[in-house]
T-cell receptor, first 112, second 114 residues
C-alpha cells in the first residue's frame, strides 16, 4: 500500500524554465511533508518542508505547495538549472507516529 | 565536520552469508534509521532506533537485524534469510530536539549478493 506516490518517474525541463514535481498521499494523518534531492551513489539531502498548517513554503528557487483537500503537494523550481538534475523524493509523516514515508522518486533532468 | 559515515561504499557477498553494514554518526543525534532503496520503489524503512539499547522494526524488517549499543553507532546485519538483499542501503539520523527535524543521510552502501 503506497501511501505516498510520485506518479511521474521522470521529468525533462529546459534550463531557465520551471520544474514542477508532484506528489500525492493517501493517509489523512500526515501533517508534515518534506522534499529530498538525491544524486547517484549519494544519500538524499533535505531540500524543503511544509507543515499542514501552511499551504505554501518558499526557499530561494524552491517553493512547495500543499493542497490538503486534494492530498497533493508539489515542488516548483524556478528557474531550473542543470545542477538541479537529480532524483527528487517526496516524504510525509504524522507527528503522532514519527516515521517518514517516502514516495518512489522522480528523476529530473534539466537540459542546458 | 559532523555527519554520518557509512562503510564500505560497495560490498559484495556470496548468497548464504550474513553481512554487517556500518553506520556511525557524530551529530549527537538520538534517533537513527536504516532504509533500503530499490529502483522504482523509493526508500523503505527497515529498522529504526530512537534511543540507545532500543529499536523497532520498520516496514520491511524481515531478514535484517540491528543493534544500538552506542548512541553513535547503528550497524545493520543482512542475514541469509533476506530474500532479495542486493540493494542500496541508507542510514539516517535525526534528533536535534525539534520534533520535525529532517533526516540526515549517509552516502549509502551498495550491497551486491551473488
Amino acid at each position: 500500500d503506497q501511501q505516498v506516490k510520485q506518479n511521474s518517474p521522470s521529468l525533462s525541463v529546459q534550463e531557465g524554465r520551471i520544474s514542477i514535481l508532484n506528489c500525492d498521499y493517501t493517509n489523512s494523518m500526515f501533517d508534515y511533508f518534506l522534499w529530498y534531492k538525491k544524486y547517484p551513489a549519494e544519500g538524499p539531502t533535505f531540500l524543503i518542508s511544509i507543515s499542514s498548517i501552511k499551504d505554501k513554503n518558499e526557499d530561494g528557487r524552491f517553493t512547495v505547495f500543499l493542497n490538503k483537500s486534494a492530498k497533493h503537494l508539489s515542488l516548483h523550481i524556478v528557474p531550473s538549472q542543470p545542477g538541479d538534475s537529480a532524483v527528487y523524493f517526496c516524504a510525509a509523516k504524522s507527528t503522532s507516529y514519527g516515521k517518514l514515508t517516502f514516495g518512489q522518486g522522480t528523476i529530473l533532468t534539466v537540459h542546458p | 565536520d559532523g555527519g554520518i559515515t557509512q562503510s564500505p561504499k560497495y560490498l559484495f557477498r556470496k548468497e548464504g552469508q550474513n553481512v554487517t553494514l556500518s553506520c556511525e554518526q557524530n551529530l549527537n543525534h538520538d534517533a537513527m534509521y536504516w532504509y533500503r532503496q530499490d529502483p522504482g520503489q523509493g526508500l523503505r524503512l527497515i529498522y529504526y532506533s530512537q534511543i540507545v539499547n532500543d529499536f523497532q522494526k520498520g516496514d520491511i524488517a524481515e531478514g535484517y537485524s540491528v543493534s544500538r549499543e552506542k548512541k553513535e553507532s547503528f550497524p545493520l546485519t543482512v542475514t541469509s534469510a533476506q530474500k532479495n538483499p542486493t540493494a542500496f542501503y541508507l542510514c539516517a539520523s535525526t534528533g536535534d530536539g525539534a520534533y520535525n527535524s529532517p533526516l540526515h543521510f549517509g552516502n549509502g552502501t551498495r550491497l551486491t549478493v551473488t
